[in-house]
């Protein structure tokens, strides 16, 4: 199957700094990447959608100038998280597929800690 | 717009039991449904997905998973449960939408295999 790699796996920062999150499709041309939050014991959240070249598409109540997407090519998407605070700490997981009713692939997921 | 019901938070079986964890969705236009897994610390594996033709669909590591209609379920089985599925497992539902569709995760349910 098809392989997303979402890098880093773990990252801990001060408050106050900005953190970038890169998720990659290895194998695959991804058109649409999905950026997720997930609280401890909880679902997932959908925070956005980006398609290559264009801006991202924010879920309601996601701020976008503290998440900002980027999907600058086929392969690539990034997260960056801006002026990180505590409540910003969580799981992040990307997802990417090649078209609109194809399947979509999850990276393995990065453990934000603010601190 | 599509919602994603999973009964029960926690489900906890012997080893060799039977799996039975439930989904019941709402969509209004015909959906696609998926299950996946996720281990502690990792992203989301597909186990299985339904999207059109025979309502009996098989997975791997031996779960399937039943497409019924009338019931608006798509209920996860696996006839004997084996140590290594503990995790956490996700349902999913996805309206053929074409490159909008997006996915509506489930609140999930923790499987505990005992011995």
């Known amino acids: 199957g098809a392989v997303v790699s979402q890098h880093p796996s773990r990252v801990i920062c001060k408050s106050g700094t900005s953190v970038k999150i890169e998720c990659r499709s290895l194998?695959?041309?991804?058109?649409?990447m999905f950026w997720y939050r997930q609280f401890p014991k909880q679902s997932l959240m959908l925070m956005a959608t980006s398609n290559e070249g264009s801006k991202a598409t924010y879920e309601q109540g996601v701020e976008k100038d503290k998440f900002l997407i980027n999907h600058a090519s086929l392969t690539l998407s990034t997260l960056t998280v801006t002026s990180a605070h505590p409540e910003d700490s969580s799981f992040y997981i990307c997802?990417?597929?090649?078209?609109?009713?194809?399947?979509?692939?999850f990276g393995q997921g990065t453990r934000l800690t603010v601190v | 717009a599509q919602s994603v019901t999973q009964l029960g938070s926690h489900v906890s079986v012997s080893e060799g039991a039977l799996v039975l964890l439930r989904c019941n969705y709402s969509?209004?236009?015909?959906?696609?449904l998926f299950w996946y897994v996720q281990y502690p610390n990792q992203g989301l594996q597909l186990l299985l997905k339904y999207t059109t033709g025979a309502t009996l669909v098989k997975g791997i590591n031996g779960f399937e998973a039943e497409f019924k209609k009338s019931e608006t379920s798509f209920h996860l089985t696996k006839p004997s449960a084996h140590m290594s599925d503990a995790a956490e497992y996700f349902c999913?539902?996805?309206?053929?939408?074409?490159?909008?569709?997006?996915?509506?995760f489930g609140t999930g349910t923790r499987l505990q295999v005992t011995l």
């Open positions: 194998d695959f041309q991804a058109t649409t």
């Open positions: 997802s990417a597929r090649t078209g609109g009713n194809t399947e979509a692939f």
């Open positions: 969509s209004s236009v015909p959906p696609y």
């Open positions: 999913a539902v996805r309206t053929n939408t074409g490159t909008a569709s997006k996915l509506t």
